[in-house]
């Protein structure tokens, strides 16, 4: 097994996928494809913690999580708890938004997540990152320790305008602290056969940097994600499962 793909999934506008898609590539990633996957949830909303079903049992064995992996107390690999075969999960709570304000002044604050990456960097194919809805300094620990951002963006015109911030912010640590760091492309989520819709998926798609996959809106996707499955596992006919499924090999083919 060689150095794991680094992946970060971001998008400073909430509720635009970001989780969801994180936990379709990895699982189709460990189950289909036989990668060994780390997701690393940066969220203090913890949502990919949640679906992962991992919260009770760090709520009830008061476990380390990422925000002692932010504060330099515990190594990743003290934290991180094993999903189901070739998946595992540094999870995290609500408390790493605590971290967050902490990290302001603290030194080096941008590469704290890229030096404890660094640590286990061997022993996984892919490493992929659930950002939260913001641009702060989790979001930059995470595109400062990524090979690939991977950008899940709403077929809304609104979404269209939040763009040029995130793309600022991609520059930024792309001059300043990693300049490793490449546009994956874009993943257009809960696609639907409005016109609408369709002409912002056509100006994101006019946009230098290239759509990976379209992934429709159906009620198989959340219902997937409460099962703690992908939806191709869910449900094998599933069309927005097969382009997870898309996404997922487009992912295999990414190289350091
Ligand atoms: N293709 C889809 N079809 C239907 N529902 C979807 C689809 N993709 C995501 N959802 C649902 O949309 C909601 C938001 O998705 P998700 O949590 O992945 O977004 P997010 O970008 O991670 O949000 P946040 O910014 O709050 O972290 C969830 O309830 C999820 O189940
Ligand atoms: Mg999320």
Sequence with gaps: MGKAVVISFANQKGGVGKTTTVSEVGENLARVYDKKVL??????????????????????????????????????????????????????????????????????????????????????????????????????????????????????????????LLKNTIKNVQHEINNNLKVGGYVITMTSHTNHSNETAESIKQ????????????IDVADAGVANMSTHEYNSDNKAGLQYLRLSKHVTEMEK
């Design 207 to 218: 946009d230098k940097f290239n759509t990976i996959v379209e992934i429709p809106r159906s």
């Design 39 to 164: 997701m690393i949830d940066i969220d203090p909303q913890s949502s990919l913690t949640t679906i992962k079903g991992a919260m009770p049992q760090i709520l009830n064995e008061d476990l380390k999580t990422m925000s002692n992996v932010m504060m330099k107390e515990n190594d990743l690999s003290d934290i991180i708890l094993p999903i189901k075969k070739n998946l595992d999960l540094a999870p995290s709570t609500l408390f790493l938004s605590d971290v967050e304000l902490n990290l302001v002044s603290a030194t080096m604050r941008e590469i704290i997540l890229q030096k404890a990456i660094s640590k286990i960097v061997d022993q996984y194919d892919y490493v992929l990152i659930d950002c939260p809805p913001s641009r702060g300094l989790l979001t930059v620990n995470a595109l400062a320790s990524s090979d690939y951002v991977i950008i899940p963006v709403q077929s809304e015109y609104q979404a269209l305008i939040g763009m040029q």
